[in-house]
């Protein structure tokens, strides 16, 4: 009987590692749009070295202060994706983790930073020209985190034609009027690089803020392009971006634009986060079937 429940549970481990996707980390692509090397993390499915089948991919953002290895490893994404793929939750896609530095995923207002150009010229092609991925719309999605939630929707809004489905998580979003209130200590510390240095006040309301403004793209893009895009928006109650999020379903809803709204209980972290992946990792998999 011991040998018997040996071999079980032998053969339960052997399939189960059979099952793990492989996660290869901090590679390198040179960049010319942002004048450096960046790294980037991948996940490839656990069936991606047994077939020459291509896949789905979806890139998935970091937030503020963090890297490459951020949903590696705080966000358990090799875990998180092996279970929802092995369950049939989700479809076997790659995931694509990029560096961003602070950059918020634009291109910076004196033109140094170009993380923008950087991922849609350089990045999305690297990836496309060097694993077995199905370079097309419908199966290219783009997720992220609080800095990386907003470059979510820079991504899916900006570029309407590249992806298939946004899943926005605790997005940094402000309003106009937050933009110009905001302390200067803060202001300068975190986005004075991005739209310009100012003092509080309207002059802050600058060309590349209107061009990076969540809000204003909602408001001024063309709704039918927008509408090509699925988007999944999560946000916890006791987050202090709530309030941005909530900005974005109204201003959504006011142009009726098709959009899943979650307010779930929880705040700004990890524990939160890991949460919402199974559920993302579920909607752009749906997104990516026809």
Not at 33 to 43: D, F, L, T, V
Not at 170 to 198: H, I, Q, T, V
């Amino acid at each position: 009987m011991k040998k018997l429940t040996f071999l079980i549970l032998f053969f339960v481990s052997l399939h189960a590692s059979a099952q793990q996707g492989l996660v290869k980390e901090s590679l390198k692509l040179n960049s010319k749009a942002m004048g450096k090397e960046i790294r980037y993390n991948i996940y490839l499915p656990a069936d991606y070295d047994k077939t020459n089948r291509s896949y789905p991919v979806l890139y998935l953002l970091h937030g503020y202060s963090d890297d490459e290895t951020g949903w590696t490893q705080f966000g358990e994404v090799q875990h998180i994706a092996d279970k929802a793929i092995a369950g049939g939750d989700a479809p076997a896609m790659i995931i694509v983790m990029p560096d961003a530095g602070v950059t918020f995923y634009i291109n910076s207002a004196d033109g140094k930073a170009r993380y923008e150009d950087f991922f849609v010229t350089e990045l999305i092609p690297h990836i496309e020209s060097t694993y077995r991925v199905r370079a097309k719309k419908e199966f290219r999605a783009v997720a992220g985190l609080s800095m990386g939630g907003y470059g979510t929707m820079i991504m899916a809004t900006k570029h309407p034609d590249l992806f298939a489905a946004a899943a926005p998580l605790s997005g940094a979003f402000w309003s106009d009027e937050e933009l110009s209130n905001m302390p200067a200590e803060r202001y300068d510390g975190l986005l004075a690089g991005l739209y310009g240095k100012a003092a509080p006040g309207k002059e802050r309301l600058s060309e590349n803020w209107y061009k990076n403004s969540i809000l204003k793209i909602i408001e001024t893009a063309p709704v039918d392009k927008l509408k090509t895009v699925k988007y999944y928006i999560d946000c916890g109650d006791d987050d202090f971006l709530i309030k941005g999020n909530m900005n974005l379903h109204a201003a959504m809803t006011d142009k009726a634009i098709p959009h899943e709204f979650r307010v779930r209980d929880g705040g700004h972290t990890w524990t939160y986060w890991r949460t919402a992946l199974p559920e993302v990792l579920k909607f752009v998999g749906q997104s990516f079937h026809r």
